[in-house]
């Protein structure tokens, strides 16, 4: 499986599917997976820096948008340009590899990978002919990079991604629909959306009994998580106060936990109670938990809010393929988006209020959700392993 460590959506992607593969597989437990940032393991510089520089883009989102658009008119220089400085390296570990089949969940690693295992096929002496499939990690917009004519399986989470993939010649009959695959969690949403036990709440560090705001700001805690935090809680206190509480996820920024620790800590916020939390594997048990989240539209977080009937604030997004998330959550009615923290602290404070708005929301929420896409996913793509090397359609 190729990714590049641009966010952590592509790996966590990748790890969901190789679970459920080795799950579906049971004892048979015959199948190897190997995940693999290949352009940090193989690409020659700057190309081996890519997601090392990414939370520095994310931070600076004009230099995330001149790459973006610039890349739509540049994708054949760059071809031809990685393939002489990057491809011996690509061809040596792969072949070292000798992979039944190779599944790609980065728009960056369709095109040198594809190039090289077709040559392959053509120069070796055996039959042997290695599928690749994609697995689009995007939601409700996709680079046209994700898509290759020649890729014998593309995965698409939605019908705005499934409009890339044809424009870009895909064929309809390599176009699997499942969803965007998601965390072993998430695989499963709940029947209805009861309270948690308390239990649930004693282990988060939460009260049962306060309606709870959860505002995630990406792995690297991106977006104005402070204004937002700040502004909300404030809200909060005022107009519902003793009745709510704010979990604060800042990942792995550090500076950002301490200021807000600081701050909770001084009684800054009198009337509502704000838990402040770094970087954490408990997202599941933190939405599970929390009546509207408040978050930037990364797909993944959608997905799994989505699955978790949870009413979403968008408070940004990265420029490119991120733009197209917020429709896909606007149209489907589970959420609003706002860049400005007191707008946002407004309509969040308002959702909390309302019972009826807030069953409505989670009514659409898992109405949009597909629980069942890791599983149909990995179910397709262990078939494709499993036919004989002439075969490619599943």
């Known amino acids: 499986m190729l990714i590049s460590d641009t966010g952590g959506g592509h790996r966590a992607s990748a790890n969901a599917i190789d679970q459920m593969m080795q799950e579906l597989r049971g004892d048979k437990a015959d199948t190897d997976v190997r995940i693999v940032d290949i352009w940090t393991e ?26 973006y658009w610039v890349s739509k008119f540049c994708e054949l220089p760059w071809s031809i340009e990685t393939r002489l400085r990057c491809g011996a390296r690509f061809r040596k570990y792969i072949d070292d590899y000798d992979p039944d089949l190779v599944v790609s969940l980065h728009p960056l690693c369709q095109n040198l990978p594809l190039t090289i295992l077709r040559n392959m096929g053509k ?22 990079s994700w898509f290759k004519r020649d890729a014998d399986v593309c995965f698409v989470p939605s019908d705005a991604v499934r409009k890339v993939a044809r424009k870009r010649g895909v064929a309809d009959n390599k176009i699997r629909q499942h969803g965007l695959p998601v965390r ?8 209805a959306h009861a309270k948690p036990p308390a239990e649930r709440y004693e282990e988060l560090g939460l009260d049962r009994g306060r309606k709870t705001v959860l505002v995630i700001g990406g792995g690297d805690g991106v977006g104005s998580l402070s204004k937002i935090v700040d502004s909300t809680a404030a809200r ?42 770094g970087f954490t594997s408990e997202i599941s048990a933190y939405m599970e938990v929390a009546d509207a989240l408040i978050t930037k539209a990364g797909p993944g977080t959608i997905a799994e809010a989505a699955t978790r009937a949870l009413p979403t604030m968008l408070s940004s997004f990265l420029p ?10 606007l149209d489907a009615g589970f959420g609003e988006y ?39 996913i990995a179910k397709d793509l262990l078939k494709l392993l499993d036919e004989p090397a002439h075969e490619t359609t599943v």
């Not at 120069?123 to 046209?144: E, I, N, W």
């Not at 600081?262 to 009684?267: F, K, P, T």
Request: glycine share 6%; with cysteine.
């Open 42 to 67: 193989c690409g020659a510089w700057p190309y081996n820096k890519m997601a090392a520089g990414y939370p520095w883009m994310c931070k600076h989102p004009w230099s995330w948008r001149s790459m």
């Open 123 to 144: 120069r070796d002496d055996s039959d042997k002919r290695v599928p690749f499939a994609v697995v689009c990690t995007d939601l409700g917009g996709a680079h046209p």
């Open 184 to 191: 072993a969690d998430f695989w499963r949403a709940s029947p």
């Open 236 to 277: 909060l206190a005022s107009e519902c106060p003793g009745e709510a509480q704010v979990v604060a996820i800042c990942g792995r920024n550090a500076k950002l936990r301490a200021e807000l620790e600081e701050r909770a800590a001084s009684g800054a916020w009198d009337g509502v109670a704000v838990a402040v939390r």
């Open 320 to 329: 490119g393929q991120e733009a197209g998330n917020v429709p896909f959550v």
């Open 338 to 376: 706002s860049k400005q923290p007191r707008r946002i602290a407004e309509r969040v404070a308002h959702w909390l209020q309302d019972d009826e708005i807030l069953s409505e929301m989670r009514t659409k929420a898992r109405a949009a959700a597909t629980p069942e896409a890791t599983r149909l």
